[in-house]
């Protein structure tokens, strides 16, 4: 019995390490400001790298060029179903997102404030095939102190957000031959 109770974390730690893999893919939609009416301003290009720790759990890197600016942020995800790339019982959820990013604009103006932004948002991811997944995502970013000097945000504007759709690609570090289709 004792030596069932010792195992029994070092199996816990399996299960959980081999739920993780990698993404990597890319993102493209609208850029909008949010002031007395919606305003959509320029197109939106996005790189996306995301690691799923498990399968309602995910942290992700994005790096996005918007109008004459670009913004980089890290997200932590939370999936509302259980979701696998790959998959054939856990092949799509809705999600929301919230993290931290800086808006670099392109401009030579310096400004004294800080570029920091608090991005959140909602999307729907499908799992096509064994490596491809699909998203439709929009976003919001609460700016906390960013403005001039970028296209699509003007002084005291609080929000701006970005609407698309994005494509990801999963690989492993590690050669995994496991089964995505575990029930919870």
Same mark, same amino acid.
């Given at each position: 019995?004792?030596?069932i109770l010792l195992m029994l974390p070092i199996v816990f730690m399996c299960i959980c390490a081999s739920a993780q893999y990698d993404e990597i893919g890319g993102?493209?939609?609208s850029a909008f400001r949010i002031d007395r009416n919606l305003k959509r301003t320029s197109m $939106?290009? !996005?790189l996306i790298y995301r690691h799923s720790f498990n399968s309602r759990q995910a942290v992700s890197g994005t790096a996005t060029i918007a109008g004459k600016a670009f913004e980089l942020a890290a997200r932590y995800e939370i999936n509302y179903l259980n979701f696998f790339l790959g998959s054939t019982k856990n092949y799509y959820s809705t999600y929301i997102f919230g993290g931290l990013s800086l808006l670099v604009p392109y401009s030579s103006q310096t400004s004294k404030r800080l570029p920091v932004a608090l991005p959140f948002g909602l999307g729907f991811k499908y799992s096509v095939g064994k490596s491809l997944?699909? $998203?439709? !995502?929009?976003?919001?970013?609460k700016d906390l102190g960013i403005g001039k000097g970028v296209e699509f945000l003007e002084p005291n504007l609080d929000f701006y957000g970005f609407l698309g759709v994005a494509a990801t690609?999963?690989?492993s570090f590690v050669n995994q031959h496991k089964c995505r289709n575990l029930e919870f």
């Open positions: 019995m004792r030596q993102f493209v939609g $939106a290009y !996005e997944g699909l $998203a439709v !995502e929009a976003g919001l970013r690609y999963k690989f």
